[in-house]
């Protein structure tokens, strides 16, 4: 009966504990090999570090089996930024298998391309701090994220930090409707509005509010544009007076968008 007990009880959690897909199912050598990311296929899999790499060969895969420090990327795949970041928050967070790069033999991935094309302007500014973080982050648990009402590219996540306390992780969000198309083309007050409900709503759906945003990053094609807008910035993103950097861009994610948003918040 002890016996049977303890058999109900661990398949199920056994089932839970299903090691998670590394950098999205990327082919980690193909960056090496082709210079490109690459999809890797189920049949070419490899348990490494309790991460399953997914490879496009089996050719790739076995020289990952050889030599998995040489090819898979640093930090197991989680965003080098948020590693990097200071040791009270340094955290896991997903990647985009497209902001990558490669600095002296070694594979960097970031949580998207924005933090990809910051990195790359200084290296060595975030890879020291993220080697003497990554002691810790590695323990933390997984990043979770939050689908819908974000954004789905890139996620949305709330993060866990190393004194029990959350960073929720919003956008950039786009000016954009539940079908996906730009709101008020050619208009920044309507896209700020836009931009500033969605992220409202992704904040609302894990638990935080405006009142918890730490940070803001806003990208723009024209910041004097978005300056005539002070107080519609103030009214969506400046109730806890948070650290804002404005990021001017040449285009973004839509040709058709004049501002996008990313938001910090902090939860317990």
């Known amino acids: 009966m002890v016996g049977l007990l303890f058999a109900t009880v661990l398949v199920p959690a056994a089932r839970c504990e299903e090691p998670k897909l590394s950098i999205s199912g990327y082919d980690t ?54 590693v990097a970041e200071s040791s009270e928050v340094g955290h896991k967070d997903t990647v985009d298998p497209e902001a990558w790069a490669i600095v002296d033999g070694k594979l960097y991935l970031t949580h998207m391309q924005q933090a990809m094309e910051t990195w790359q302007q200084n290296p060595a500014k975030y890879i ?5 973080n990554w002691a810790a982050v590695k323990d933390l648990p997984e990043p979770v994220i939050l689908g819908p009402p974000c954004a789905a590219s890139p996620p949305s996540t709330l993060v866990a930090l190393r004194d029990g306390g959350h960073w929720v992780v919003v956008g950039p ?11 008020g083309k050619g208009d920044m007050g309507a896209q700020l509005e836009q931009v500033g409900k969605k992220v409202e709503a992704c904040l609302k759906a894990a638990g935080a509010s405006l009142s918890d945003v730490i940070e803001t990053r806003t990208y723009v094609v024209d ?6 807008y002070a107080d519609l910035r103030k009214q969506y993103f400046s109730s806890a007076s948070p ?20 938001a910090f918040a902090a939860i317990k």
């Not at 997914?54 to 898979?72: C, I, M, Q, T, W």
């Not at 910041?223 to 005539?228: M, N, R, S, T």
């Open 243 to 262: 650290a804002r950097t404005i990021v001017q861009k040449d285009r973004l994610s839509d040709p058709d968008g004049l501002v996008e948003v990313m």
């Open 223 to 228: 910041p004097d544009q978005l300056a005539k």
């Open 173 to 183: 969000e786009a000016a954009r409707d539940e079908s996906g198309k730009i709101v």
């Open 128 to 132: 020291k701090p993220a080697d003497e």
């Open 29 to 82: 050598v193909a960056y090496f090999t082709d210079g490109k990311p690459v999809q890797g296929k189920s049949e070419f899999e490899y348990l490494w570090h309790k991460l399953r790499w997914r490879f496009a060969s089996g050719e790739h895969r076995d020289l990952f089996v050889k030599d998995p420090n040489r090819y898979a990327p640093q930090y197991d795949g989680y965003c080098a930024m948020g």
